[in-house]
């Protein structure tokens, strides 16, 4: 017998030696968590991370009061409703100035009442706050603005970095030339 008949043979009877063992089946996804244990985790989130440097009782009274106010989905659909009239409006054939107008004075009016009760309601919770809560509160909320803003200079960095520092698209094709109009020469 020859040796390479020989490594043949081998290779063939240690095939199912060496194969490998299939992969486990995937885990099955989790249930997406419910409104309420969003909202549950929120407040959760919200203790641990927003406010460390502020007492217990302090961070509960400024929880209760950015969870307060006006029924929040009620306010959005009021907006949603009042940016649909203005797009109504534009995108009519006759553009209506007056009711553009209307729809975006609506859409800023729910707006602001949405905002006013949450104020009323932050100035509220000021009020009970210990003095060293309230010095607490301005610190860390200082902290949440720097590291905010670090985050978005480090996302302005990564976007920039894909597109190239002079707005090109690095190794991305250019988009198509766009349709001709009707109506354009040819």
Known sequence: MSPRLIAVAALLLAGPALAQMPPPP????AAPPMAGDMRAMHGRMMGQRMFPSMSEAGRAAIREAMMAGDDRRAARQKVDAAREKLLAALA?????VAAVKRAMDEERAVAETSRNAKQAAMLAAFQK????DRKA????SRAMKDRMGK???E???RWQGRRGRDGARGDMPAPPPAPPRPG???
């Open 137 to 140: 509160f301005a610190a860390d």
């Open 155 to 157: 996302w302005r960095d």
């Open 184 to 186: 354009d020469a040819e």
């Open 151 to 153: 985050r978005m200079a």
């Open 26 to 29: 995937p885990a099955a996804p």
């Open 92 to 96: 009519a054939d006759r553009l209506d």
């Open 129 to 132: 706050l210990s003095v060293e």
